[in-house]
């Protein structure tokens, strides 16, 4: 793989005199999970905006293909190839499996002024999706998709964006509200859809899901990305050292250590202790 499906290449994005993200160079190729952690705050989310078309970017470029890019709308990166799919798969409770698969595209029957909703077919292709990502349950999809759990929802909106075209799946906390074997199921599902050739852009703070399906990973901390690696090149430790300001914190004790060794053991008080060095 010589060329990336999607590259960001110097993205800055600030509202007003805020820097919210600064220097943001990412390259995203078909097959592979890139997985975009960070704590809250961290800028996420603005990276989603400013890849599915929500944001423009300050500065910067936006490369699909090795071409460069405007997205002006969402709607523009969708016809590029660009899904997001955000924590709640973008389902619709009171809809069937079927309808809610096909809403907006809805295969139609009928001539004229008689066309309707062509069911048995929305049905048979929403399962048939579903059941390729490895969710074997749903046999029919007259189904109402409240009766689905979290990660049957999850597929269900995978599977979607998988079938009308999508070749980069950005997944926003997928997992975060999900139990412990409904989060291995959705991370099963991630693994199918880069197994077709998706390129997967996981987007997430919980680092042991990450690690378990990702081949490149970029750490965000305050719109930076403070670190960028292969799989393997760092520890489950390091990365949630790295994602929890490890270093401000060895400092902070080291502080504490010195003060009390030389106060003969006493606590520091507020004000004791020098300034932080990032605002001093």
């Known amino acids: 793989m010589t060329q990336p499906l999607l590259k960001l290449i110097d993205i800055n994005k600030s509202f007003g005199t805020t820097d919210v993200l600064t220097d943001i160079n990412l390259e995203v190729f078909p097959g592979e999970v890139l997985c975009l952690l960070g704590d809250n705050g961290a800028g996420k989310s603005t ?11 300050t500065s910067g470029q936006v490369e699909v293909n090795g071409e460069p890019t405007v997205f002006k709308s969402p709607r523009d990166a969708s016809e590029v190839g660009i899904a997001t799919v955000h924590q709640f798969g973008g389902t619709f409770p009171l809809m069937t499996i079927g309808r809610s698969f096909f809403v907006g595209a809805e295969p139609l029957k009928g001539w004229g002024p008689f066309k309707r909703l062509d069911t048995r ?4 292709v ?3 999706e579903m059941q390729s990502l490895g969710i074997t349950r749903i046999t029919e999809g007259s189904r109402l998709v409240g009766g689905l759990s979290g990660g049957e929802r999850q597929a269900l ?3 979607r964006a998988v079938y009308f075209g999508a070749n980069v799946l950005i997944l926003d906390e ?3 509200a999900l139990g412990v074997k409904e989060a291995a199921h959705v991370l099963r599902i991630i693994m199918q859809a ?9 987007v997430t703070h919980n ?6 399906v990702g081949d490149h990973f970029a750490v965000l901390i305050r719109g930076v990305i ?3 690696f292969r799989k393997g090149e760092r520890t489950r430790e390091q990365i949630t050292d790295l994602m929890a300001g490890g270093e401000a914190m060895a400092e902070l004790e080291a502080e504490i250590e010195e003060y009390q060794r030389t106060h003969d053991g006493h606590v520091p008080a507020p004000g004791d202790l020098p300034a932080n060095k990032s605002t001093a």
Not at 49 to 57: D, T
Not at 121 to 124: D, L, N, V
């Open 157 to 159: 909106a995978i599977g």
């Open 226 to 228: 403070a670190d960028d």
């Open 207 to 212: 680092v042991t899901h990450a690690m378990t």
């Open 194 to 202: 880069r197994q077709k050739g998706v390129a997967v852009i996981l």
């Open 47 to 57: 990276v989603i905006k400013v890849l599915s078309g929500f944001h423009e970017p």
């Open 174 to 176: 997928p997992t975060a």
């Open 126 to 128: 929403a399962v048939r």
């Open 121 to 124: 077919f929305a049905g048979e």
